[in-house]
C-alpha cells in the first residue's frame, strides 16, 4: 500500500535553533516528492521539489534531502523563526499524474520566543 | 494577482442540506483539483480536472459532485449524501497535467455540519 508517514508528528523549539522533520515512504514507483509548509488556516505553500537523482535542494533556510533507496527524506529549519510555526506536509507522487500524488499528515512545528 | 481564490472561508449547513464551494483561479492552469483534509490524516483527492468539460473522481468522490464548464473555474457540491461532510476543502491548480508541475492552493473552505 502507498503510504507516506511522517514525525515527529508535532514538535515544539525556541525561537533561534535548528530542527529535523522526518519522512518516510513505500509509494512506488517514484516521481518526485515535495515538501509544503501550510499556515494554520490556509493552503500548503510548496517549499521544495526533489527527482530520484538529487539528494539535497535548498530554500534558504530550508534544506530538503532525499534517500531513494531507503525512501526516506528529512527537511532541516535552520535558525529557526516564529513564523516557521505551521504544519510540513510530505507529499510523495507516485507516478506521472496527480490522482498518484499521496500527502503525508504532516508535522505540526511550533516557534517559541 | 494571480492565484486561486476560494470562498466562502467558512460555511455552516444544516444535515440534508447541499452546499457548494466556489474555487476560481487567474493562472491560466488547465489542471484543478479539490482536497479534503481532516485532523491528522493527509490531504484526500475528491475530485480532479484537466481540461475544461472533463473531469475524473478521486479516493473519496462519493457524496461529492463537481463541474468544469470555465478553465477558470471549478465549484464542488457536497451533496447530503456526504455521510460525514465537516472538514477543510482546498481547492488547487497546476500549470501541468502531470505531478512534476507544482501545485498551487487556495485558502481553503472549512464546512460545519451543525
Known amino acids: 500500500k502507498n503510504q507516506v508517514e511522517q514525525s515527529p508528528q508535532s514538535l515544539i523549539i525556541l525561537e533561534g535553533k535548528n530542527c529535523t522533520l522526518q519522512?518516510?515512504?513505500?509509494?512506488?514507483?517514484?516521481?518526485?516528492l515535495r515538501w509544503y509548509k501550510q499556515d494554520t488556516g490556509r493552503g500548503p505553500v510548496s517549499l521544495t521539489i526533489?527527482?530520484?537523482?538529487?539528494n539535497t535542494k535548498s530554500n534558504g533556510r530550508y534544506t530538503a534531502t532525499l534517500d531513494a533507496d531507503t525512501k526516506q527524506s528529512s527537511l532541516h529549519i535552520t535558525a529557526s523563526q516564529l513564523s516557521d510555526s505551521a504544519s510540513y506536509i510530505c507529499?510523495?507522487?507516485?507516478?506521472?499524474?496527480?490522482?498518484?500524488?499521496?500527502f503525508g499528515p504532516g508535522t505540526s512545528l511550533s516557534v517559541i520566543p | 494577482d494571480g492565484g486561486i481564490t476560494q470562498s466562502p472561508k467558512y460555511l455552516f449547513r444544516k444535515e440534508g442540506q447541499n452546499v457548494t464551494l466556489s474555487c476560481e483561479q487567474n493562472?491560466?492552469?488547465?489542471?484543478m483539483y479539490w482536497y479534503r483534509q481532516d485532523p491528522g490524516q493527509g490531504l484526500r483527492l475528491i475530485y480532479y480536472?484537466?481540461?475544461?468539460?472533463?473531469?475524473q473522481k478521486g479516493d473519496i468522490a462519493e457524496g461529492y459532485s463537481v463541474s468544469r464548464e470555465k478553465k477558470e473555474s471549478f465549484p464542488l457540491t457536497v451533496t447530503s449524501a456526504q455521510k460525514n461532510p465537516t472538514a477543510f476543502y482546498l481547492c488547487?491548480?497546476?500549470?501541468?497535467?502531470?505531478?512534476?508541475?507544482?501545485?498551487?492552493f487556495g485558502e481553503g473552505s472549512r464546512l460545519t455540519v451543525l
Open positions: 480536472s484537466q481540461i475544461v468539460n472533463d473531469f
Open positions: 507529499v510523495v507522487s507516485g507516478g506521472t499524474s496527480y490522482d498518484k500524488v499521496i
Open positions: 493562472l491560466n492552469h488547465d489542471a
Open positions: 526533489m527527482t530520484f537523482s538529487e
Open positions: 519522512c518516510n515512504y513505500t509509494v512506488s514507483p517514484f516521481s518526485n
Open positions: 488547487a491548480s497546476s500549470f501541468y497535467r502531470d505531478s512534476t508541475g507544482e501545485l498551487f
